[in-house]
């Protein structure tokens, strides 16, 4: 291509013809923090995962169920708490694993990949976070329907219990939607360059 | 980090600085962006250099580093282009040594490049550094054969651009 050849030699010409950065500056610079997508994407994961354990942290059922008399649930709860922990752990450990694998020295896909994956550790996270939420709400529902006197007595009459089921579903639906569309939107954003050069790239290779 | 680490890098960053400038000009379209990619580039080049060993040219391993955070990393600002600021940035054709009808070839050219996508560009930029075929599909991470094959639609790509 004629063009091409053209172009090349005009790359070739104007080589040097770049306004120098003097190593003072060059010093300035690698003392500035990285404004760059994992770095972003770090920042973002770390938020997420302190607030999903400062809301499970925060979350605490034993008052209620020693009110009801039920404190032999205590313990089930106490379990399902420690299994929590454990889980939240592991993922931390790898996202970490995940994040300290992200090298600039690999090739461009693999690079992609390897935000991407980072990237799933954290989605799978939240919707961990969220099915627990989800389940969590149903049992308190259920456990309020069938162990608190005043709802019993409130539910014996009419259709009232379909009316506080269908009330509960939309609940969790609801919530768990509006985090759907949140994560949805702020990673849209955050990763539409990257998904389109990640798909161009593997397009290449079909 | 050692004093030592930061003041080699810092000279061999100086003596290379080119090669960014060049992927700067092909990612960006104007003076402020182009900055901003250079300053991201040098912070990343930074931060993997512990793992830089000797025993690769500083150029060659600067390429991919460079080349990564312009396709990968950067965050383009949302700041809308304008074309005033593009064809001040883009280009540098000396007007003594060409005649008019190639000037004006190498603009259109430039303008093209500018329109390919990034992954395109890296392509285009590895083809005018001369780099082989096999240096291309490892910095992408795609087979030789397909660096050929997508190579050859970018220049098809480029002549539907140019004659429309």
Known sequence: ?206 | MSENLEQSFVQQLRQNQNIIHKICRLYTSDEDAHKDLFQEITIQLWKAFPKFRGDAKFSTWAYRVALNTAITLYRKSTRSVSTVDYEKHSFFISQEEYNSEEEEQLKLMYKAVHQLNDIEKALIFMYLEDKDYTEIAETLGISEVNARVKMNRIKGKLKKILNP
Not at chain 1, 16 to 41: A, C, G, R, T, W
Not at chain 1, 68 to 89: A, G, Q, R
Request: charged fraction near 20%; include cysteine; proline fraction near 0%.
């Open chain 1, 1 to 206: 291509m004629e063009e091409l050849d053209l172009l090349k030699k005009d790359w070739k010409k104007n080589e040097n013809s770049f306004q120098q950065i003097s190593e003072v500056d060059i010093y300035k610079m690698i003392h500035k923090k990285s404004s760059s997508i994992v770095k972003l994407i770090l920042i973002i994961s770390i938020l997420e995962m302190v607030l999903w354990a400062g809301i499970s942290m925060f979350y605490n059922s034993d008052d209620y169920l020693i009110k009801t008399h039920n404190e032999y649930l205590i313990d089930y709860f106490k379990y399902i708490t420690i299994f929590n922990y454990v889980v939240v752990i592991a993922f931390i450990l790898m996202f970490y694993k995940n994040y300290r694998a992200i090298s600039t020295i690999t090739s461009t896909k693999q690079l992609m990949k390897d935000i991407l994956k980072t990237r799933k550790t954290v989605k799978w996270y939240v919707w961990y976070n969220l099915a627990m939420i989800a389940v969590s709400m149903v049992i308190g529902f259920v456990l309020v329907f069938s162990l608190d006197p005043r709802i019993h007595q409130l539910t014996s009459k009419h259709n009232a219990l379909l009316i506080m089921i269908a009330f509960c579903t939309i609940c969790i639906v609801v919530i768990v939607g509006v985090f759907w569309l949140f994560y949805r939107l702020l990673y849209g954003i955050l990763l539409r360059k990257l998904y389109k050069n990640y798909n161009e790239l593997k397009k290449i290779d079909l």
